[in-house]
């Protein structure tokens, strides 16, 4: 199994611009599909394999722990079968990933209080490894994480200083070497020759113009001074910082152990809760004086709509009253309706009546018609007649030679004269007495049908 190059640093605190050089020199990450992709929060890539950033991720889940947690891991977390299975997924992804690499690394900040574990991993493996620490003021990775995260900056510098104090405790008498985000920033290629001289990999002058295209000095958004620090911390993570070199590369100190760090962080959370609890003073005060306003505001629209509905009830009694007279209206209207009705259903029964007798007046002038059908058939018939034809020359001698002026009696010999040759004459009906009775009854008939 090859070297093992483990990069050490709090999140914000140039990790990620470290890992990029330690590739540049030729330090294997891993296959570019396996590295975490870029975000917003990091545009230039985090440089970390996505494998161990996940596995890191579920044992902090599993002690009930996250990245931000200033509480440490629980007593013989190591032994947590959990714990000891993700050893063994690591040992696995580590084997499968960088077994022919003569040189790889690996960050990820996690790793800091991790580091047991990967203590335990190496010996398994039988692997060398070198620490790379990089360091930045906590005051700016509490910017930045204020930034990012929403964290408090104090809290932020708690939570750099127990990460520190993680590596100091699990990597003494380690290979280490200690660098200064600023430094990486301002003096790159010095900073890259000094990493090759400690990793043992080449470097050149091609290799120097690429760290140097690759380090991005605007993307640096805080430059903090060791007083403006002191502003923001208790004195022991301020020293911490400021004598961080000398301690990393020193013996174990007392003052920044674990137990220390214990009552430390009692001391951070205590702060933290008075300030907590100072902010919710505030806001529950600022919620009253809302609730008041906001009962104000409801007593006003209470009031308000009482009179609105007081109003409306006015209203409604008028409305009532109205609609009263209308249905005694109605009612009215209704009698009116059913006298009416009465006074129809009584038209109605006598058109009945009528109707009937006039079906009857109907029938008999049927009859009558029928008798003076056959009256008048009976007359045309008689008209033909010797008896009457002698009655019809008798009545005309009467009324044309007789009675007649000259005129008649010339009509009177031509109608005879016609007689005699059997000629038909066109007045003959004039001085007929049958004809002149079926005219008189052909003339009612179409009287009374007119009628």
């Not at 709090?10 to 540049?24: E, I, P």
């Not at 203590?119 to 692997?127: A, H, R, S």
């Not at 000094?194 to 295209?213: D, P, V």
Request: proline share 2%; charged share 30%.
């Amino acid at each position: 199994m090859g070297k093992a190059i483990c990069v050490l640093g709090m999140h914000r605190s140039g990790t990620s611009m470290l890992m990029k050089t330690l590739n540049n020199l030729g330090v294997y990450l891993g296959k570019d599909e396996d590295m975490l992709a870029i975000a917003d929060d990091n545009p230039e890539g985090f440089w970390e394999h996505r494998g161990i950033v996940e596995i890191h991720e579920n044992i902090l889940s599993e002690l009930n722990r996250r990245w931000d947690s200033l509480t440490p891991l629980p007593k013989n977390w190591l032994n947590n079968p959990r714990v000891q299975q993700y050893k063994l997924d690591l040992i696995e992804l580590i084997k499968r990933e960088f077994k022919n690499v003569s040189v790889w690394g690996f960050k990820d900040p996690r790793t800091c209080i991790l580091i047991p574990l990967w203590n335990e991993i190496y010996e398994v493996l039988e692997m060398e490894v070198s620490y790379i620490i990089i360091l930045r003021n906590p005051l700016d990775i509490a910017n930045s994480l204020n930034k990012r995260n929403d964290i408090n900056k104090q809290y932020g510098i708690a939570l750099w200083y127990y990460y520190m104090i993680n590596i100091m405790e699990y990597t003494r008498g380690c290979n280490k070497l200690v660098l200064h985000y600023d430094s990486i920033l301002e003096e790159t290629i010095n900073s890259a020759r000094i990493i090759a001289s400690y990793t043992g990999l080449e470097i050149n002058s091609e290799i120097e113009m690429k760290i140097r295209e690759s380090i991005k000095p605007e993307l640096r958004h805080s430059k903090s001074t060791f007083n403006e620090l002191s502003l923001y911390t208790e004195e022991r993570a301020a020293l911490l910082y400021k004598n961080s070199k000398d301690i990393f590369e020193s013996e174990y100190t007392e003052i920044h152990s674990i137990e220390n760090y214990n009552f430390y962080t009692r001391l951070v959370q205590l702060e933290e809760l008075d300030k907590q609890y100072l902010t919710n003073v505030q806001i529950i005060n600022k919620l009253n004086y809302s609730l008041a306003e906001a009962s104000q505001v409801a007593r006003n629209e209470i009031d308000r709509k009482n009179i609105e509905i007081g109003q409306k009830n006015i209203e409604i009694k008028e409305k009532n009253g109205k609609i009263e007279l209308m249905n005694s209206e109605i009612e009215l209207k209704n009698s009116e309706i059913e006298h009416k009705n009465f006074e129809i259903e009584k038209i109605r029964k006598v058109i009945e009546l009528n109707k009937h007798e006039t079906e009857q007046i109907i029938d008999a002038m049927q009859n009558m018609q029928n008798i003076v059908d056959r009256a008048e058939a009976q007359s045309i018939l008689l008209a033909h007649t010797k008896l009457f034809k002698c009655v019809h020359l008798i009545y005309r001698l009467k009324h044309q030679l007789i009675k007649g002026n000259i005129k008649a009696k010339r009509e009177f010999f031509s109608w005879l004269f016609k007689r005699f040759n059997k000629q038909e004459y066109i007045k003959d009906r004039q001085y007929n007495p049958i004809y002149q009775i079926t005219d008189i009854l052909e003339s009612n008939k179409i009287i009374e049908l007119n009628d």
